[in-house]
T-cell receptor, first 115, second 116 residues
Framework: AQSVTQPDIHITVSEGASLELRCNYS??????LFWYVQSPGQGLQLLLK??????LVQGIKGFEAEFKRSQSSFNLRKPSVHWSDAAEYFC?????????????FGKGTLLTVNP | DTGVSQDPRHKITKRGQNVTFRCDPI?????LYWYRQTLGQGPEFLTY????????KSRLLSDRFSAERPKGSFSTLEIQRTEQGDSAMYLC??????????????FGEGSRLTVL
């Protein structure tokens, strides 16, 4: 069965610093990979996704992620964090079963941004 | 607001009572999903509809849970004889068919259930 591991439960960075959130997946076939962000009181919002092709994908809000098949990783990065980036971040792997489709999420990484 | 809406946002109930949550998806979306999120966990898939057909149910969805989407528009999730372990955030998401294959799920803000 597919699974997603986000090793860091909580990360604190200073505003303006760079950010990298780790994600490792386990899936037998080529995965579809996603990063979602959840702000307090808000629904999950898709940041970016990877299906195939270029392993470096760009998303909204200045985020990017790199798919590394050899490491089964899909880490999320941002060169300069803003205070508004404080939120919980979820990595997810897409699974296709028959005509259905669903996402398996990691447990999330809570990002705190210090001024 | 043309996003996914869920109602109620918060529900506190006593153990053994029944509760029902409603989800109104984005109007042109024919796929609708229910997820459950507990504290410290990511969302877990519960069930999925394409139009009015319920195409998949997770083993997490016990017999006390039932979901419907009678006319292929809004959906309800009912929990009968609630237990304290049912306390969680229940998330609804919707997508277009093509969107579903590309992970473009649009989530509502969730319905938080607390069972006393």
């Amino acid at each position: 069965a597919q699974s997603v591991t986000q090793p860091d439960i909580h990360i604190t960075v200073s505003e303006g610093a760079s950010l990298e959130l780790r994600c490792n997946y386990s899936y037998g076939a080529t995965p579809y990979l996603f990063w979602y962000v959840q702000s307090p009181g808000q629904g999950l919002q898709l940041l970016l996704k990877y299906f195939s092709g270029d392993t470096l994908v760009q998303g909204i809000k200045g985020f990017e992620a790199e798919f590394k098949r050899s490491q089964s990783s899909f880490n999320l990065r941002k060169p300069s964090v803003h205070w508004s980036d404080a939120a919980e971040y979820f990595c997810a792997v897409g699974v296709s079963g028959g005509s259905n489709y669903k996402l398996t999420f990691g447990k999330g990484t809570l990002l705190t941004v210090n001024p | 607001d043309t996003g996914v809406s869920q109602d109620p946002r918060h529900k506190i109930t006593k153990r053994g009572q029944n509760v029902t949550f409603r989800c109104d998806p984005i109007s042109e979306h024919n796929r609708l999903y229910w997820y459950r999120q507990t504290l410290g966990q990511g969302p877990e898939f519960l069930t999925y509809f394409q139009n009015e057909a319920q195409l998949e149910k997770s083993r997490l969805l016990s017999d006390r849970f039932s979901a419907e989407r009678p006319k292929g528009s809004f959906s309800t999730l009912e929990i009968q004889r609630t237990e304290q372990g049912d306390s969680a955030m229940y998330l609804c998401a919707s997508s277009r068919r093509q969107g579903a294959r590309t992970g473009e799920l649009f989530f509502g803000e969730g319905s938080r259930l607390t069972v006393l």
